[in-house]
């Protein structure tokens, strides 16, 4: 079956502009992660879903990120204002239930210039 | 904290050989995943294998198994008969069970691979 997919793959933004990165995750799986992962780091959890209840947004760097997933499936990430410092791939992840293995989109590469 | 340490930033092996990636973890919650990925140059993070805390044996999938010794906490990947197309960044990644809501992964900093023909 088809596995998770992210669009788009590359987004440049000036520096001020709102950005919205989004995540298709595998039909069916309930739980829903979004990652940031720097140059050269390993990847840093920023919020979690279980179907539309976002349980978990800590990782969140600042209130200008935003992410929703009102029905369910089909998940935004939105930056506000973004930053030279916000420069990085987001990665969406899906897991059939929570606590079971999380499986990768493709990421996004956000270059804010 | 929950960490995960790993401690080569780059590694080489001959194609065809065995190559152990290594792994630590610190972490006061009695049940535990931990997980390696693979990451090609494309970008995609690709699932290899899992080891929960409570396994009584180490995980195997295919050419990939994983050296789990729990009271050194160690979580090691070993990959048998490297292939050009192992060539990756690996990375380890651990997730607690006992965290409340929080599912997330705790991710090291990784190590690149490269097969040499």
């Known amino acids: 079956g088809a596995g998770v997919s992210q669009s788009p793959r590359y987004k440049v933004a000036k520096r001020g502009q709102d950005v919205a990165l989004r995540c298709d995750p595998i039909?069916?799986?309930?739980?829903l992660f979004w990652y940031q992962q720097a140059l050269g780091q390993g990847p840093e959890f920023l919020t979690y879903?279980?179907?539309?209840?976002?349980?978990?947004k800590s990782g969140l760097p600042s209130d200008r990120f935003f992410a929703e997933r009102p029905e369910g499936s089909v998940s935004t990430l939105k930056i506000q204002r973004t930053q030279q410092e916000d420069s990085a791939v987001y990665l969406c992840?899906?897991?059939?239930?929570?606590?079971?293995?999380?499986?990768f989109g493709p990421g996004t590469r956000l270059l804010v210039l | 904290a929950q960490k995960i340490t790993q401690t080569q930033p780059g590694m080489f092996v001959q194609e065809k050989e065995a190559v152990t990636l290594d792994c630590t973890y610190d972490?006061?919650?009695?049940?535990?995943?931990l997980f390696w990925y693979k990451q090609p140059s494309s970008g995609e993070m690709i699932f290899l294998i899992y080891?929960?805390?409570?396994d009584q044996q180490n995980a195997t999938e295919g050419r990939y198994s994983l050296n789990f010794q729990k009271a050194r906490k160690s979580a090691n990947l070993v990959i048998s008969a490297s292939q050009l197309g192992d060539s990756a960044m690996y990375f380890c990644?651990?997730?607690?069970?006992?965290?409340?809501?929080?599912?997330?992964?705790?991710w090291g900093l990784g190590t690149s691979l490269a097969v040499n023909p």
């Open positions: 992840a899906s897991s059939l239930m929570a606590g079971e293995t999380q499986y």
């Open positions: 039909s069916g799986h309930v739980s």
């Open positions: 879903f279980q179907n539309e209840a976002q349980l978990d």
């Open positions: 972490t006061s919650d009695p049940s535990y995943g």
């Open positions: 080891q929960g805390s409570y």
């Open positions: 990644a651990m997730r607690e069970n006992n965290a409340g809501n929080n599912r997330k992964l705790i």
